[in-house]
């Protein structure tokens, strides 16, 4: 098995790939590579948004029904998955249909990360969410 540049040395072929693109050499691009990379991308920023989501409206989650132990650290790390959705919206305004796609999967998940780490009962988290987007992605629900 032969192994190519990009096997032995992701960041040197990334350089060489980027000089090939500029200076139009695009027969000499390492094609299959260089699509591999290209959709790995989406798929790194689609992981991205979901995970932020899921961590948001776990904290969310405890910091409603769980109001005795609110604390800085949940509103930071919600401030902070908040800022990270925007800014990938920002960058890739069609990540919000993917987000409308996994929210509530997302929701879900976090409920149960929710239930787990409280040990309230399945019923206090409610089945279908209660917040809107803007108390999800907006500053206004702490």
Do not use: C
């Not at 090939?20 to 798929?43: A, H, N, V, Y």
């Not at 604390?71 to 800014?87: A, F, G, L, P």
């Amino acid at each position: 098995m032969s192994s190519t540049l990009y096997d032995k040395d992701y960041h040197l072929w990334l350089q060489e790939t980027v000089q090939l693109l500029q200076d139009g050499q695009l027969q000499e691009l390492d094609i299959p590579d260089l699509i591999e990379e290209i959709q790995d991308m989406g798929k790194s920023q689609r992981k991205a948004v979901k995970s932020n989501l899921k961590v948001i409206l776990w904290h969310l989650l405890k910091y409603k029904y769980q109001p005795e132990k609110r604390s800085n650290s949940w509103k930071s790390s919600i401030i902070k998955h908040r800022k990270r959705i925007r800014d990938a919206f920002e960058d890739s305004p069609s990540l919000k249909r993917y987000f409308n796609k996994i929210f509530d999967q997302s929701y879900q998940d976090s409920r149960e990360l929710a239930l787990a780490e409280t040990g309230l009962s399945i019923e206090t988290f409610p089945l279908e969410y209660s917040f809107t987007i803007a108390e999800i992605l907006e500053n206004k629900s702490l």
